[in-house]
């Protein structure tokens, strides 16, 4: 087990009708900037639940931010935060919303020359804004984590962020939201929730048992529960599994103490920038192309995998290794997601080698838990991924 | 899944050679004063370890604290504390010397008459003085979490503490201080650490699925690596996950949205505080007697326990669920602990009833999971582990 250090202050707020809890958690004299996304929550009606607990506390609101969160859109926010001297933010909504009330937490301090440096600059964020989240969608776990991943539509960029300083002061997780949630989003949410396991965990032995069988044992869940909530997102037990599972998967915890991959995020990232495709589809899309590339030094972990998860006892280690990953593959494709780029876009021929470029052009020393992927790495495995 | 509310701030420093970041850690203003035992380590090497990493922060120190840490000799602690104008406390020990500090941190700038109320006027401690731990003996989680049980040889009481304002404001965790763990000690921490699991585990099924999941991967990862750590302490791996395990089993994760019991550590207090048994050893007593007891109303939770953590697959569920009772029993007593209380004392005649009539007499409503248990269902239950 490698050496480690594990802090995570969010206070978590987890059940049923927790929403209205909501004013206990913010100083009762502060400035409150809600923050929520396209408007689904007027809905389903979690946007009027908000708004009634905050009654007492004064709060404007800014909605709108989208999927895969964009810094110009963020910028107008920012501008609020400033003419209305915000002193709390408030995200209602998923990983996006969360994510964008991230940046703008570290944008409301930070005293550089453009906030696009946050992203850029490399270095952790350990000031920001107070904040916390009302979950409306189960997947990214931002809400229990200090990392942020922001876009950039002017330059097709997709950037990472995060520090100490992310950690929302608290979280509200009522499972009853996702019963008003697309199925697309849901299949989305287990997709990405499950691929956060894999980069923690498809690596290769690193004698942290205890992580494993917690790494494990969120990806059985979520396998036990993902049928349960697509055929009916009403079914609490099902639905707090799954709630409850997205955000441990990125919440810290199973990464501590072992190599972690996150190459899959780093190429899936490109295909949400390069093509709009939805950020856990575009994991789905690259992950089977991944394993296969790097067989021979992940093969012990996804022949433990196959054993654990996959119930797969037959054959010899490799064969074990390879049922896994199509078995991977095949748990996306039953959900409805398709797992090759060229069922997302017709414009697929050299994405690979755009997407190998930038990472020459943005000095990336390598990929993967041994830092060992170089560009032409990349290369093959988008091109796999075709 | 039941509704719950989850923050643990410890910030845990975990692997080799971390005993030297101690100081990163403390206010470089801090008057500091160290805790600890009865002196081991003074001959392992922690205590020099500690002395060098608190070079230069002003400090002082209180030795001798004794395992079931004793409120006369705490007292004298706190003397210290309020006669030096201590600002901050630094536990290095097991679960005692951590215990006796959160007294401690809550007496420091407790105001009530007497320190002792804290431990019976069944208030939540939110505040108290800031403290870090160095953790010698992997056991009880004191290392993460915001309880601590506190004993008192004039009245022969053991009785708990708790609250937000407990939780140490950082751990260090070094699984090489394993090494010079005498074998009693560890046997003993393995077993607190199973029990502690059992508590939150054994109880009836509540839909939880990846709290269960957690359970059963911190005992299966225990029962791997039991042997070897007894085997050689040495062993890092070995060590490290034992380590974590016992960390993990008891800072507040998997008690949550489920039901817990705690009855076996209600009347395992009681044999410690009549005889002086090690706290772990008074668990394996109750654990056997209190699950056949219990056993109508934990079998399904018994008989998923047999399954997934002994592999017993043949029988009925009650079936199973027996096996997994003698299993646990034989786990205990492989290790070399006895389950029964007449090995312990040739005074055991008796004792059901005393413990019995110091339930009543404390007015205790019911123990267990549905706070069914009676004083006269402690009796029955105590009589079967004589």
Redesign the interface.
């Known amino acids: ?16 009708d ?1 929403i209205a809890k909501l004013a206990e958690e913010i100083p009762a004299d502060a400035k409150v900037l809600m923050l929520y996304g396209g408007g689904s929550i007027k809905k389903n009606g979690i946007y009027d639940q908000v708004k009634t607990a905050l009654k007492d506390i004064e709060h404007f609101e800014f909605g709108g931010i989208p999927a895969n969160p964009e810094y110009a859109v963020l910028l107008e926010a920012l501008k609020v935060i400033k003419d209305k001297e915000i002193t709390y933010l408030l995200a209602v909504g998923g990983g996006s919303v969360i994510d964008g009330t991230k940046f703008l937490a570290a944008a409301g301090v930070f005293e550089g020359d453009t906030p696009w440096d946050i992203l850029t600059n490399k270095k952790p964020t350990l000031q920001a804004m107070p904040f916390g989240t009302v979950l409306t969608l189960p997947a990214t776990g931002s809400e229990m984590n200090s990392g942020a991943v922001i876009t950039r539509a002017e330059t097709k960029e997709k950037l990472a962020m995060g520090g100490a300083g992310l950690f929302p002061a608290f979280s509200i997780l009522d ?1 009853q939201v996702i019963t008003s949630i697309p199925r697309r989003q849901l299949v989305n949410g287990i997709t990405d929730a499950f691929t956060h396991v894999l980069e923690q965990y498809m690596t290769y032995p690193a ?5 494993d ?2 790494a ?3 990806m ?2 979520l396998l ?2 993902a049928p349960k909530v697509l055929e009916d997102p009403s079914d ?2 099902a639905a ?2 799954f709630m ?2 997205c955000t ?1 998967a990125l919440n810290g915890l199973i990464q ?2 072992v190599p972690t991959d996150w190459a899959v995020h780093a190429m899936g990232h490109e295909l949400t920038a390069l093509f709009g495709i939805d950020h856990a589809r575009t994991l789905a899309i690259i992950a089977p192309s991944h394993y296969q590339y790097n067989f021979e030094s992940k093969k012990e972990k996804l022949a433990q995998y196959a054993e654990r998860i996959w119930n797969v006892t037959e054959g010899s280690l490799e064969d074990k290794a390879y049922a896994a990953i199509e078995k991977t593959e095949s748990f996306f494709n039953d959900m409805g997601i398709d797992t090759k780029l060229s069922k997302y876009t017709n414009e697929f021929e050299g994405t690979a080698e755009i997407i190998a470029n930038r990472f020459t052009e943005r000095g990336w020393l390598g990929l993967g838990e041994h830092q060992s992927l170089k560009p032409e790495d990349v290369e093959t495995i988008v091109h796999m991924a075709y």
């Open positions: 087990m490698n050496n480690f250090q594990y802090k995570n202050p969010t206070n978590i707020i987890f059940g049923k927790t499972p004698g942290a048992l205890l992580q069988r917690f494990e044992s969120i059985q869940t036990e529960v609490y037990d707090s599994n409850w599972s441990m501590k103490g």
